[in-house]
């Protein structure tokens, strides 16, 4: 059976944080309701990456790739400087998405 969400609650904020709020929300694909929902819960409501962004990750999973390629072509042990790049090529994709998303955040309260 499912919850029926009949309790109503009203918060104010000035023009600047509603637009905020709705753009935040729709990069989320949640309504503006659901997206408060889940940040008064605890919860982090997850962005959609753009067209570009999706691109470029889908670059950056290639080249690393092609990095593992080349690491297993040449005997992994003797080429560390191929296996040390790949350790970069991951942090950096993992602290792009991480920058991506304060980058929005920020963006969208300033």
Same mark, same amino acid.
Do not use: H, W
């Given at each position: 059976?499912?919850?029926?969400?009949?309790?109503?609650?009203?918060?104010?904020? #000035? !023009?600047?944080?509603?637009?905020?709020? %709705?753009? +935040?929300?729709?990069?989320?694909?949640?309504?503006?309701?659901?997206?408060?929902?889940?940040?008064?819960?605890?919860? &982090?409501?997850?962005?959609?990456?753009?067209? !570009?962004?999706?691109?470029?990750?889908?670059?950056? %999973?290639?080249?690393?790739? #092609?990095? +593992? &390629?080349?690491?297993?072509?040449?005997?992994?042990? +003797?080429?560390?400087?191929?296996?040390?790049?790949?350790?970069?090529?991951?942090?950096?994709?993992?602290?792009? #998405?991480?920058? #991506?998303?304060?980058?929005?955040? %920020? %963006?969208?309260?300033?």
């Amino acid at each position: 059976m499912e919850l029926r969400r009949n309790e109503k609650i009203t918060f104010r904020c #000035t !023009e600047l944080e509603k637009d905020a709020l %709705a753009e +935040q929300a729709a990069r989320c694909s949640l309504s503006v309701s659901e997206y408060c929902r889940s940040l008064s819960l605890g919860g &982090r409501p997850r962005e959609r990456y753009t067209e !570009e962004e999706r691109q470029l990750l889908r670059d950056i %999973a290639q080249l690393k790739g #092609t990095l +593992q &390629r080349l690491n297993n072509y040449f005997g992994g042990r +003797q080429y560390r400087e191929v296996f040390e790049v790949l350790s970069c090529v991951k942090s950096e994709s993992l602290n792009l #998405t991480s920058f #991506t998303f304060d980058l929005r955040l %920020a %963006a969208a309260f300033s």
